[in-house]
């Protein structure tokens, strides 16, 4: 593992992703009380299997939560079922805004599977102009 | 109506670190846009460039929708708390099964991956010069998934161009660009090589010209049209390749005289497709910005990154985004 994902449970999220094959997984990476954990979330996409989106009033029920546990939301995270751990255009349309992430500092974080098996994980890092990305587990 | 509205975390710091903002407006619409104008930052995320709220923009009042009480419209009272939440999506690549299996190999590339095979796929790239040094280059823009590949040569397949890896004896006398484009045609139907059009737009140049007066030129106009592009020149020991991010040290910049001569060595063909290399990366990577210059001596490469020549028309530029 790197340092792009150290500490944080990438084990748990390869369980997560491998755990829906069918759909892609997604939610967020919530540091709290020292921790780093994971909020999955429903994935309301109509099209879920190539698509990924956060249910909109367990995001707003996450806001509240983070709240009222002092936690920092560090990342977003989901899975893709094929293709690769990269931010496909889709991604970027939807972590950007006017050219910016629209959370900042968050990193977006991809599991990629192939045939339902994790292989790899990729880490994401706004660096100013562009998401960068970092390898934090593979295999 | 005052009306106080909720800052997620994640967004506090566009708000100037406050948890709650108030604004008035008889509307949902009304009240986001004072506080739009109040925070420019944050309103920046929440609408676009005509006013209107961007679509990912999650709105609640109190616990429910805003969408499902008549949107924007919705009438707010004194009181009333809204709640806002980015919505979070995305979507695999669109790529489908037949193409991830055909680029397998290199969508597993870090930092390459299904966003930029898209970019190849939306990309139409112009190459400069098909002579029969240019095929390797132009074999790895099919191979690679290029969205479309404009061939610009008006000369005919001549006996030395049998020497690439794209022409036939029996093609000899017919038109390079048509014969290319048939013949690259058949290695991907996910590609179309075409004869460039007149007036055609690229948005990335391969010059592969047969001459550096040629070359200059073809580099020139893709500059102006701040494009990246690549210029492979060879020589008699093999050549050198320059990429040209936008707003990088030009051409004319870059190089140094070659000595000309377009010899049909394997270390010529392996530069030409080094050449195409680097134009991919020019493609899939837009962020890269500074250039750099291949020279291959005798099948060694050794790279460097470009310098600007004092008092060069290109010096006045920057690259995009800066």
Not at chain 1, 119 to 125: A, Q
Not at chain 2, 127 to 143: E, F, N, R
Not at chain 2, 198 to 215: D, E, F, H, I, R
Not at chain 2, 221 to 250: F, K, M, T, Y
Request: with cysteine; charged share 20%; hydrophobic share 45%.
């Amino acid at each position: 593992m790197t340092e792009a994902g150290a500490g944080w449970p990438l084990a748990r999220l390869v369980a997560l992703a491998e755990g829906s094959p069918g759909e892609e997984v997604c939610g967020l990476l919530v540091r709290a009380g020292g921790v780093v954990e994971p909020w999955p979330m429903q994935n309301v996409a109509p099209a879920p299997a190539t698509a990924f989106e956060l249910a909109p009033t367990e995001l707003l029920a996450a806001m509240r939560r983070l709240d009222g546990e002092r936690g920092e939301l560090v990342a977003v995270y989901h899975s893709h079922l094929a293709g690769g751990a990269g931010l496909s255009t889709r991604d970027l349309a939807g972590a950007l805004a006017g050219g910016a992430p629209i959370f900042p500092g968050v990193a977006q974080v991809v599991v990629a599977l192939e045939g339902g098996r994790a292989y790899r994980i990729l880490v994401h890092r706004w660096a100013g102009s562009a998401f960068t990305a970092a390898e934090s587990w593979s295999r | 109506m005052p009306v106080t509205i909720l800052i997620p975390a994640p967004l506090r710091e566009l708000a100037g670190g406050k948890a709650e903002l108030v604004a008035a407006g008889a509307t949902v619409g009304e009240v986001l846009a004072q506080v739009a104008r109040a925070h420019p930052r944050l309103g920046a995320r929440l609408l676009d460039e005509s006013g209107q709220v961007r679509r990912y923009v999650g709105l609640f009042l109190g616990d429910e929708e805003v969408r499902e009480l008549g949107g924007l419209g919705a009438a707010v009272r004194d009181g009333d708390r809204i709640s806002l939440v980015p919505a979070i999506a995305g979507g695999a690549t669109e790529l489908d099964g037949e193409r991830i299996a055909r680029w397998a190999r290199q969508l597993l590339v870090p930092g390459f991956g299904a966003g930029g095979q898209e970019r190849l796929m939306a990309s139409r790239v112009r190459v400069v010069g098909a002579d029969g040094s240019a095929t390797p280059a132009m074999l790895a823009l099919v191979q690679a998934g290029v969205g479309t590949l404009w061939i610009d040569d008006p000369e005919t397949v001549g006996p030395a161009d049998l020497c690439g890896w794209l022409y036939a004896p029996e093609q000899v006398g017919q038109p390079r660009a048509a014969v290319a484009a048939a013949t690259l045609a058949r290695f991907s139907r996910f590609v179309a090589p075409l004869p460039y059009p007149a007036g055609g737009a690229p948005s990335a140049t391969l010059v592969c010209a047969a001459s550096s007066a040629q070359a200059l030129a073809a580099a020139e106009v893709a500059r102006r049209a701040r494009i990246p592009h690549v210029v492979l020149e060879l020589d008699g020991e093999a050549g050198q390749v320059i990429s040209i991010p936008p707003g990088a040290p030009c051409f004319a910049c870059s190089r140094f005289s070659a000595s000309g001569g377009r010899p049909p060595v394997a270390g010529a063909l392996a530069l030409a497709s080094l050449a195409a290399q680097e134009l991919l990366r020019l493609v899939v990577e837009p962020e890269v910005k500074e250039g750099r210059r291949i020279d291959m001596v005798r099948g060694v490469p050794s790279v460097r990154q470009t310098q600007r020549l004092p008092g060069c028309v290109c010096a006045g530029e920057t690259p995009p985004g800066d």
